[in-house]
């Protein structure tokens, strides 16, 4: 079983999932501080200084030993453009890969080379016009 197991561990197509999830993972930090870090506090000031992240409403009343609850919408919605980011980058990504593909499934293929018993044939038919 522990043979079975590295066997499916070490196909091929189980490293790249890694290695892409691995690339994946990174990529959304790197997209999630685009959004939060660069995207989000420039469409805040166009819409009057507004900051996305702490936009909340309060759903009930903090206590002295209990916190208030918060609906946060402004982090929904930075969480959402994230998503819509990542989704455009993987849309296009997959898009690239399809007309790659396409090209060389249009490349005329090569004829394959004849059997050897037609070469021979071949030679000898030459052989005997000469």
Request: proline letters at 7%.
């Amino acid at each position: 079983m522990l043979q079975e197991f590295k066997d499916f561990a070490m196909r091929g197509n189980v490293m790249d999932m890694a290695v892409g999830i691995i690339i994946g993972g990174a990529f959304g930090k790197i997209i999630a501080s685009f959004v939060g870090d660069v995207l989000m506090p420039p469409i805040g000031v166009l819409m009057g200084g507004v900051d996305f992240a702490s936009l909340a409403m309060q759903l009930t009343e903090a206590g002295p030993d209990v916190e208030p609850v918060l609906l946060k919408y402004g982090a929904f919605i930075q969480t959402v453009v994230d998503f819509l980011i990542v989704a455009l980058a993987i849309f296009m990504m997959v898009k690239w890969m399809n007309s790659m593909k396409k090209k060389e499934e249009e490349k005329p293929a090569a004829p394959p080379a004849p059997p050897a018993e037609e070469l021979l044939l071949t030679e000898i038919r030459d052989l005997l016009r000469k």
